[in-house]
């Protein structure tokens, strides 16, 4: 059974860093894409970043491209997003996401908010 536990939310000012971690078990985490979206009240939720199988390759939203930096680490099935120059807008909850060959499994979130 896929289970995936976020952790590493919180309050904190703008200009301000959090890292977020993602526990992957249940299934193979090195052959799998991770990614890491989220969704702001109101809002719907969005793609942030996205990292392949072996951590080659990313991408990321326009809205955090230079800020934000997805990284995996395979041997701890591990998956973080490091999160620099936060801002307001960046006020969310964060759920790790695992592409899974046609399915995908949702942690159950992290709320990251941004504020003075």
């Known amino acids: 059974q896929v289970h995936l536990v976020e952790s590493g939310g919180g309050l904190v000012q703008p200009g301000g860093s959090l890292r977020l971690s993602c526990a992957a078990s249940g299934f193979t985490f090195s052959r799998h894409p991770m990614s890491w979206y989220r969704q702001a009240p109101g809002k719907e939720r969005e793609l942030v970043a996205r990292i392949t199988s072996a951590g080659g390759n990313t991408n990321y939203a326009d809205s955090v491209k230079g800020r934000f930096t997805i990284s995996r680490d395979n041997a701890k099935n591990t998956v973080y997003l490091q999160m620099n120059s936060l801002k307001p807008e960046d006020t969310a909850v964060y759920y790790c996401?695992?592409?899974?060959?046609?399915?995908?499994?949702w942690g159950q979130g992290t709320q990251v908010t941004v504020s003075s």
């Open positions: 996401y695992a592409t899974y060959f046609t399915l995908g499994y």
